[in-house]
């Protein structure tokens, strides 16, 4: 029996026992907050990630993402309001470029629970992979006291673009602006695959939109199309029909037609705009 009393003891302590140690930076227990509870920022407290990570998709629609702010420290009784700022200047991203903020700048925590949403939306085609941008989050008021070391965020948003499963396949391709000109409206049928050990590398079964194969009789000219956040870019690939020459070029695919378009030339004159259609 008494080991039975010892363990509800211990459990009905926990939501207090949870705030017996100091405050990091600070003089102030957090069992001095045990009487009205305190509230925090989750992502400053270590509790969640301040990274927030997107897959971009160049389809011209935002991402839904939330911070949590919490309540602690004593049970939750009543409802608990908080204000938030985000801080312009602190922060490298930019609202109305990088983010959207989707929540009022007043928070409330309701009664019996203990956290709530901060929600924004982030504008992944935006977001540069190289260059991951911060938004700095602060609690300014509270119906209950703020643990301050807690009560700041910089949440990091970064971002990773993998080529969309939907670019792979089988392909209609026209090619126009041709060089030389006689060979303007060239067609061909171009497989795009993945390459191993990447997830940004198209291989391309022609990168002459037909004009090797279906002007010259040749054969088809494969390569290496990089995928860049929904940019193309060709970068001295081989020459592998003629030898002696390299081809460079740029482009783009659009998410929402599934169309991809490559401008291209071969260093030697050759040179042509392919427009390859999902078949």
């Known amino acids: 029996m008494k080991k039975i009393l010892y363990i509800v003891y211990i459990v009905a302590l926990v939501p207090f026992l949870t705030g017996c140690f100091e405050e990091p930076g600070t003089s102030k227990l957090i069992t001095d907050f045990t009487d009205q509870g305190f509230v925090e920022i989750v992502e400053a407290n270590g509790g969640a990630s301040p990274t927030k990570n997107f897959i971009a998709v160049p389809d ?9 702010v919490s309540f602690g420290g004593a049970v939750s009784n009543s409802a608990v309001e908080l204000t938030y700022e985000v801080d312009s200047e602190a922060s490298t991203a930019v609202e109305g470029v990088d983010f959207e903020m989707i929540s009022e700048s007043t928070i409330t925590i309701p009664a019996g629970e203990y956290t709530a949403p901060i929600n924004f939306e982030v504008s992944d085609d935006n977001l540069q992979v190289d260059n991951p941008v911060t ?43 041709t060089t030389p000109a006689e060979a303007e ?21 022609d990168v002459t939109g037909g004009l090797y194969k279906n002007h010259y009789e040749s054969a088809d000219n494969p390569g290496i199309v990089n995928y860049v956040c929904g940019d193309l870019v060709m970068v001295d690939q081989d020459d592998t029909v003629y030898g002696g020459d390299v081809f460079n070029g740029t ?29």
């Open 185 to 205: 409206g060239v067609t061909n049928v171009v497989e795009i695959t993945s390459v191993d050990g990447s997830d940004t590398q198209l291989q391309f079964s």
């Open 251 to 279: 482009g783009s695919y659009d998410a929402s037609t599934g169309q991809l378009t490559l401008s291209w030339s071969n260093g030697f004159g050759d040179a042509g705009i392919t427009v390859l259609t999902k078949q």
């Open 60 to 68: 011209g629609q935002n991402v839904a993402s939330s911070i949590t």
């Open 135 to 177: 938004i700095v989050f602060r609690i300014t008021n509270a119906s209950v006291p703020i643990l301050e070391e807690y009560a700041e965020a910089t949440v990091t948003l970064a971002v990773s673009c993998p080529a969309p499963d939907a670019i792979f396949g089988t392909y209609n391709v026209v090619t126009t602006g």
